[in-house]
């Protein structure tokens, strides 16, 4: 995983943390929170396409379609947890090629 991926990672755990708190309320900083985690998991793979997981295009449209529930931020999660491994796995490919 390249150095410029992985300060997405990192703030996704920021993030992820700060919603944590929030994930069972109706509190509108959780939306702003979820948003957020939207907007950088597209960057990530806006940046590294290949490492978009299965149903990547349904799973985040389910998660912007149902952003207050609990369901959206565990799928949000599982997202990050796979495009992670993913990038993980393409540089390792990339590095004994």
């Known amino acids: 995983m390249s150095f410029s991926n992985q300060k997405y990672f990192d703030e996704w755990e920021i993030i ?5 708190g929030f994930v069972r309320t109706k509190d509108i900083k959780k939306v702003e929170l979820m948003q957020k985690g939207i907007n950088l998991l597209i960057t990530i793979h806006d940046e590294v396409a290949e490492a978009a997981p299965l149903n990547y295009i349904d799973r ?10 609990h369901a959206a931020f565990v799928q949000l999660e599982e997202l990050f947890k796979e495009s992670k491994k993913k990038i993980a ?8 090629e």
Do not use: H, M
């Open 16 to 20: 992820r943390e700060d919603l944590l």
């Open 60 to 69: 985040l449209t389910f998660i912007e379609s149902n952003i207050e529930r």
């Open 89 to 96: 796995s393409i540089g390792a490919q990339n590095k004994s």
